[in-house]
Protein backbone atom coordinates (compact mmCIF):
# COMPACT_ATOMS: atom_id res chain seq x y z
CA UNK A 1 0.00 0.00 0.00
CA UNK A 2 1.48 3.59 -1.35
CA UNK A 3 1.53 6.32 1.60
CA UNK A 4 0.16 9.90 0.34
CA UNK A 5 2.49 12.67 0.87
CA UNK A 6 1.12 16.75 1.54
CA UNK A 7 3.67 18.16 3.13
CA UNK A 8 6.20 16.22 5.40
CA UNK A 9 5.98 13.29 7.10
CA UNK A 10 7.99 12.58 10.78
CA UNK A 11 8.64 9.11 11.29
CA UNK A 12 10.80 7.94 14.08
CA UNK A 13 13.62 4.94 13.54
CA UNK A 14 12.66 1.36 14.16
CA UNK A 15 15.90 1.43 16.32
CA UNK A 16 18.50 4.32 17.08
CA UNK A 17 21.62 2.45 15.69
CA UNK A 18 21.67 4.58 12.29
CA UNK A 19 21.02 7.68 13.93
CA UNK A 20 23.53 6.82 17.13
CA UNK A 21 26.14 6.47 14.65
CA UNK A 22 25.50 9.71 12.82
CA UNK A 23 25.76 11.68 16.43
CA UNK A 24 29.45 9.90 17.25
CA UNK A 25 30.26 10.01 13.78
CA UNK A 26 29.84 13.82 14.36
CA UNK A 27 31.22 14.01 18.00
CA UNK A 28 34.20 11.70 16.71
CA UNK A 29 34.73 14.81 14.47
CA UNK A 30 34.35 17.77 16.72
CA UNK A 31 36.30 15.70 19.48
CA UNK A 32 39.67 15.34 16.92
CA UNK A 33 39.32 18.94 15.23
CA UNK A 34 38.14 21.13 17.85
CA UNK A 35 39.62 19.41 21.02
CA UNK A 36 36.01 19.10 22.89
CA UNK A 37 35.05 16.32 25.23
CA UNK A 38 33.46 13.36 23.79
CA UNK A 39 30.49 13.55 26.17
CA UNK A 40 29.42 16.94 24.85
CA UNK A 41 25.69 17.83 24.85
CA UNK A 42 25.28 18.47 21.24
CA UNK A 43 22.73 21.41 21.92
CA UNK A 44 25.11 23.18 23.87
CA UNK A 45 27.63 23.23 21.43
CA UNK A 46 27.31 27.01 21.07
CA UNK A 47 29.06 26.94 24.86
CA UNK A 48 32.18 25.35 23.05
CA UNK A 49 32.12 26.88 19.30
CA UNK A 50 32.00 30.12 18.89
CA UNK A 51 30.26 31.61 15.47
CA UNK A 52 33.74 32.30 13.57
CA UNK A 53 34.71 28.65 14.36
CA UNK A 54 31.20 26.83 13.16
CA UNK A 55 31.91 26.68 9.32
CA UNK A 56 35.15 25.14 10.19
CA UNK A 57 33.55 22.25 12.25
CA UNK A 58 30.75 21.84 10.12
CA UNK A 59 33.12 21.37 7.25
CA UNK A 60 35.17 18.51 8.95
CA UNK A 61 32.17 17.14 10.39
CA UNK A 62 30.87 17.06 6.60
CA UNK A 63 33.94 15.83 5.46
CA UNK A 64 34.51 13.11 8.15
CA UNK A 65 30.93 11.50 7.78
CA UNK A 66 31.29 11.42 3.68
CA UNK A 67 34.09 9.32 4.25
CA UNK A 68 31.97 6.90 6.39
CA UNK A 69 29.84 4.10 4.31
CA UNK A 70 26.47 6.16 5.29
CA UNK A 71 24.01 5.71 2.32
CA UNK A 72 24.52 1.38 3.03
CA UNK A 73 23.92 2.15 6.52
CA UNK A 74 20.56 4.46 6.26
CA UNK A 75 19.63 1.23 3.54
CA UNK A 76 19.55 -0.91 6.19
CA UNK A 77 17.17 1.30 8.61
CA UNK A 78 13.23 1.91 8.93
CA UNK A 79 13.79 5.14 6.82
CA UNK A 80 14.68 2.80 3.46
CA UNK A 81 11.33 0.96 3.68
CA UNK A 82 9.44 4.11 4.04
CA UNK A 83 11.33 5.80 1.00
CA UNK A 84 10.62 3.11 -0.88
CA UNK A 85 6.62 3.07 -0.11
CA UNK A 86 6.74 7.09 -1.46
CA UNK A 87 9.45 6.77 -4.46
CA UNK A 88 9.22 2.89 -5.89
CA UNK A 89 12.12 -0.09 -4.94
CA UNK A 90 14.50 1.88 -7.41
CA UNK A 91 16.34 4.77 -5.92
CA UNK A 92 19.26 7.33 -6.43
CA UNK A 93 20.59 8.78 -3.40
CA UNK A 94 22.54 12.11 -3.26
CA UNK A 95 26.45 11.83 -3.48
CA UNK A 96 27.06 13.85 -0.16
CA UNK A 97 24.92 13.80 2.89
CA UNK A 98 24.62 17.52 3.66
CA UNK A 99 25.54 19.12 7.20
CA UNK A 100 23.77 21.95 9.17
CA UNK A 101 24.68 23.73 12.11
CA UNK A 102 21.90 26.13 13.26
CA UNK A 103 23.84 27.78 16.55
CA UNK A 104 21.59 30.14 18.53
CA UNK A 105 21.73 34.19 17.09
CA UNK A 106 24.05 33.13 14.40
CA UNK A 107 22.42 35.40 11.24
CA UNK A 108 24.53 33.85 8.70
CA UNK A 109 22.93 30.17 9.74
CA UNK A 110 19.28 32.08 8.27
CA UNK A 111 17.75 30.28 5.22
CA UNK A 112 15.84 32.20 3.75
CA UNK A 113 12.54 30.52 2.08
CA UNK A 114 12.82 28.60 -1.34
CA UNK A 115 12.04 25.87 -3.50
CA UNK A 116 15.08 23.56 -4.26
CA UNK A 117 13.61 23.35 -7.88
CA UNK A 118 14.17 26.89 -8.33
CA UNK A 119 17.62 26.19 -8.56
CA UNK A 120 17.49 23.08 -10.88
CA UNK A 121 16.73 20.24 -8.41
CA UNK A 122 14.14 17.78 -10.11
CA UNK A 123 10.83 18.30 -8.21
CA UNK A 124 10.47 14.33 -8.16
CA UNK A 125 12.49 13.30 -5.10
CA UNK A 126 12.42 13.51 -1.24
CA UNK A 127 14.51 15.28 1.15
CA UNK A 128 15.46 12.80 4.09
CA UNK A 129 16.09 15.10 7.03
CA UNK A 130 17.82 13.94 9.94
CA UNK A 131 18.20 15.79 13.29
CA UNK A 132 20.68 15.23 16.01
CA UNK A 133 19.53 17.39 18.65
CA UNK A 134 15.96 17.54 19.39
CA UNK A 135 14.15 20.37 17.48
CA UNK A 136 11.84 23.19 18.58
CA UNK A 137 10.66 26.60 17.61
CA UNK A 138 12.89 28.80 15.81
CA UNK A 139 16.18 26.15 15.76
CA UNK A 140 14.27 24.01 14.12
CA UNK A 141 12.82 24.27 9.93
CA UNK A 142 10.12 25.59 8.29
CA UNK A 143 8.03 23.51 6.38
CA UNK A 144 5.28 25.67 4.33
CA UNK A 145 1.59 24.37 3.38
CA UNK A 146 1.17 22.98 0.06
CA UNK A 147 -1.37 25.76 -1.09
CA UNK A 148 2.00 28.17 -0.49
CA UNK A 149 3.95 26.07 -2.72
CA UNK A 150 0.92 25.95 -5.42
CA UNK A 151 0.59 30.07 -5.47
CA UNK A 152 4.10 30.63 -5.55
CA UNK A 153 4.33 28.32 -8.85
CA UNK A 154 1.01 29.61 -10.26
CA UNK A 155 2.64 33.18 -10.15
CA UNK A 156 5.18 31.94 -12.60
CA UNK A 157 2.61 31.08 -15.11
CA UNK A 158 1.27 35.18 -14.84
CA UNK A 159 4.57 36.45 -15.00
CA UNK A 160 4.32 37.83 -11.64
CA UNK A 161 6.69 35.88 -9.29
CA UNK A 162 6.02 36.27 -5.81
CA UNK A 163 9.55 36.60 -4.07
CA UNK A 164 8.42 38.59 -0.94
CA UNK A 165 8.15 34.99 0.94
CA UNK A 166 7.30 35.85 4.76
CA UNK A 167 8.48 33.48 7.26
CA UNK A 168 5.82 32.30 9.73
CA UNK A 169 7.04 30.35 13.14
CA UNK A 170 3.97 28.67 13.17
CA UNK A 171 5.18 26.42 10.22
CA UNK A 172 8.65 24.95 12.21
CA UNK A 173 8.61 21.49 12.16
CA UNK A 174 8.88 19.99 16.26
CA UNK A 175 10.86 16.58 16.32
CA UNK A 176 12.94 14.73 18.28
CA UNK A 177 16.31 12.65 18.11
CA UNK A 178 15.77 9.24 17.08
CA UNK A 179 12.83 10.96 14.28
CA UNK A 180 13.10 11.73 10.82
CA UNK A 181 11.53 14.11 8.52
CA UNK A 182 10.82 13.22 4.95
CA UNK A 183 9.17 16.13 2.41
CA UNK A 184 9.52 17.13 -0.81
CA UNK A 185 12.00 19.74 -1.33
CA UNK A 186 10.19 21.60 -4.29
CA UNK A 187 7.88 22.72 -1.64
CA UNK A 188 8.58 25.83 0.37
CA UNK A 189 10.90 25.39 3.17
CA UNK A 190 13.76 27.55 5.09
CA UNK A 191 15.24 28.57 8.44
CA UNK A 192 14.61 31.70 10.52
CA UNK A 193 17.20 33.01 13.11
CA UNK A 194 17.68 30.51 15.99
CA UNK A 195 16.59 32.81 19.16
CA UNK A 196 16.51 29.49 21.59
CA UNK A 197 18.99 28.46 24.02
CA UNK A 198 20.07 25.29 21.80
CA UNK A 199 21.69 24.75 18.82
CA UNK A 200 20.15 22.50 15.96
CA UNK A 201 22.56 19.30 14.14
CA UNK A 202 20.85 17.87 11.37
CA UNK A 203 21.40 15.54 8.33
CA UNK A 204 20.08 15.81 5.24
CA UNK A 205 20.17 14.15 2.09
CA UNK A 206 17.74 13.95 -1.19
CA UNK A 207 16.71 11.23 -2.94
CA UNK A 208 14.80 10.02 -5.88
CA UNK A 209 13.74 7.38 -8.70
CA UNK A 210 16.36 5.88 -10.79
CA UNK A 211 13.06 6.75 -13.45
CA UNK A 212 12.21 10.02 -12.43
CA UNK A 213 12.66 13.36 -14.69
CA UNK A 214 15.36 16.21 -14.41
CA UNK A 215 13.88 19.52 -14.95
CA UNK A 216 14.13 20.65 -18.95
CA UNK A 217 18.06 22.65 -18.02
CA UNK A 218 19.70 21.49 -15.58
CA UNK A 219 23.18 22.90 -14.14
CA UNK A 220 26.09 20.99 -14.59
CA UNK A 221 26.48 20.77 -10.78
CA UNK A 222 22.67 18.89 -10.66
CA UNK A 223 23.15 16.54 -13.21
CA UNK A 224 22.27 12.69 -12.60
CA UNK A 225 25.79 11.52 -12.17
CA UNK A 226 27.81 14.09 -10.73
CA UNK A 227 24.97 14.98 -8.10
CA UNK A 228 23.49 11.11 -7.14
CA UNK A 229 24.29 7.19 -7.26
CA UNK A 230 22.47 4.54 -7.65
CA UNK A 231 20.88 3.24 -4.39
CA UNK A 232 19.17 0.51 -5.24
CA UNK A 233 18.15 -1.66 -7.87
CA UNK A 234 15.61 -3.92 -7.86
CA UNK A 235 16.31 -8.00 -10.01
CA UNK A 236 12.68 -6.29 -12.31
CA UNK A 237 15.43 -2.45 -12.81
CA UNK A 238 18.68 -4.83 -13.29
CA UNK A 239 16.94 -7.42 -16.22
CA UNK A 240 15.63 -3.81 -17.93
CA UNK A 241 18.50 -2.32 -17.64
CA UNK A 242 20.68 -4.95 -19.08
CA UNK A 243 18.13 -5.53 -22.02
CA UNK A 244 18.40 -1.74 -22.85
CA UNK A 245 21.78 -1.65 -22.68
CA UNK A 246 22.15 -4.87 -25.21
CA UNK A 247 19.70 -3.36 -27.57
CA UNK A 248 21.51 0.00 -27.51
CA UNK A 249 24.95 -1.07 -28.91
Given amino acids: ?43 LLHEFVNVSQVNRCRIDAFNFINGKSWSQMLKTSSAFKNIQLLLGPDLAIQRKINLSIHM ?25 WIPLTDCRG ?6 YPLEETYKYYDSFASGHINKNLQYNQDYSINIDYGSYLLFPPCILH ?34 FLSYYQPWFKSSLYQL ?5 RALSV
Fill in 1 to 43: MHQSLTTSLVYRFDNLNCVDTFKNWFIQSITNSMKLNSSIDLS
Fill in 138 to 143: SNSMQI
Fill in 104 to 128: PNDKTAVLPIHSDSDSGDTPFQLNL
Fill in 240 to 244: SERVY
Fill in 190 to 223: GNVENTSPYTRISLNVRIRSLLSPDLPEVPPDRS
